[in-house]
């Protein structure tokens, strides 16, 4: 069984713009998703709180926290929710209370189990992605003409 409530260790240091590249991107996937699926286009990221969580815990590490309502991350003590401003998030009385037990609960480990292979995608596509917009100009480039 995964404890998915205990810190894991980060492949990506977290900050405000890696979130935002985050939240973009985990929407993305979330829209080509539901197209899989035959489903409406999604306007935000209600209902995708199982894989956002995952998706974070697997970039930025931290814990998983969460409810039978709910689940976002913890990450050096601050609470993280990529679903924070979602439609369904809003409607819920607590959405940061936290159960433990919750996530012990075998059809729990089996559904996160589950949506785990295509977050470990999502995970790779995104650090490759990072990679790719952060890499330096190799000399010669036309980035280094355009300066002389």
Not at 95 to 107: A, S
Request: overall charge negative.
């Amino acid at each position: 069984m995964t404890d998915w409530t205990v810190n894991r260790k980060a492949q990506l240091a977290y900050s405000y713009e890696r979130f935002a590249q985050a939240k973009v991107f985990v929407f993305r996937k979330w829209c080509e998703q539901a197209a899989e699926r035959g489903a409406l286009a999604p306007t935000d990221l209600s209902g995708s709180c199982k894989y956002g969580s995952l998706f974070m815990n697997q970039v930025f590490g931290g814990s998983i926290c969460g409810h039978y309502e709910h689940q976002y991350n913890v990450i050096s003590g601050r609470i993280v929710d990529l679903s924070h401003d979602a439609i369904d998030v809003g409607r819920i009385t607590n959405p940061y209370l936290h159960e433990p037990d919750f996530f012990t609960i075998p059809e729990k480990q089996t559904s996160l189990n589950g949506c785990l292979p295509r977050v470990e995608r999502w995970v790779v596509q995104f650090m490759e992605e990072i990679e790719g917009s952060e890499a330096p100009s190799s000399p010669g480039s036309l980035a280094d003409l355009a300066k002389i």
